[in-house]
Nanobody, 124 residues
Framework: QVQLVESGGGLVQAGGSLRLSCAASGRTFSRYAMGWFRQAPGKERDFVAAISWSGDTTYYADSVKGRFTISRDNAKNTVYLQMNSLKPEDTAVYYC?????????????????WGQGTQVTVSS
C-alpha cells in the first residue's frame, strides 16, 4: 500500500488557478501510474486526469482538457495537478490515487490507494 496526502486546495474565483500536490510514501512511487479524481456533493466520483509511471502518457477528462495539467516528480514522490481557468463546476473534493499498474488508466478500479481528498471551491 501507499500513503497519499493531498494539499493545495482552497477557494478561488472563476478564471483563477490552483495547483494541487499529492505526496506519496510507503511504496516505490516511480513504478506506478497516478491519477486525480473529484467528487462534487451528491455526485459520483469522476476521473479527472492520469499519468503513467514515467510521465510519458497522460489522460484527461473532456471537461478539463486544455485547462488542467497533470505532472509528476519521481525524485520527490509527488504528483501535481495544475488547474487553470477554473469554473464553478470544478468545485469538488479532489482525490489523488495510485494505480495497481505502471500504465495510465481512466478506470477508477485500476487505482487501489487513495488520499483523504482536498476541497476545491470555485466562486462565480
Amino acid at each position: 500500500q501507499v500513503q497519499l496526502v493531498e494539499s493545495g486546495g482552497g477557494l478561488v474565483q472563476a478564471g483563477g488557478s490552483l495547483r494541487l500536490s499529492c505526496a506519496a510514501s510507503g511504496r516505490t512511487f516511480s513504478r506506478y501510474a497516478m491519477g486525480w479524481f473529484r467528487q462534487a456533493p451528491g455526485k459520483e466520483r469522476d476521473f479527472v486526469a492520469a499519468i503513467s509511471w514515467s510521465g510519458d502518457t497522460t489522460y484527461y477528462a473532456d471537461s478539463v482538457k486544455g485547462r488542467f495539467t497533470i505532472s509528476r516528480d519521481n525524485a520527490k514522490n509527488t504528483v501535481y495537478l495544475q488547474m487553470n481557468s477554473l469554473k464553478p463546476e470544478d468545485t469538488a473534493v479532489y482525490y489523488c490515487a495510485a494505480s495497481r499498474w505502471s500504465s495510465a488508466s481512466m478506470t477508477m478500479y485500476d487505482f487501489n490507494s487513495w488520499g483523504q481528498g482536498t476541497q476545491v471551491t470555485v466562486s462565480s
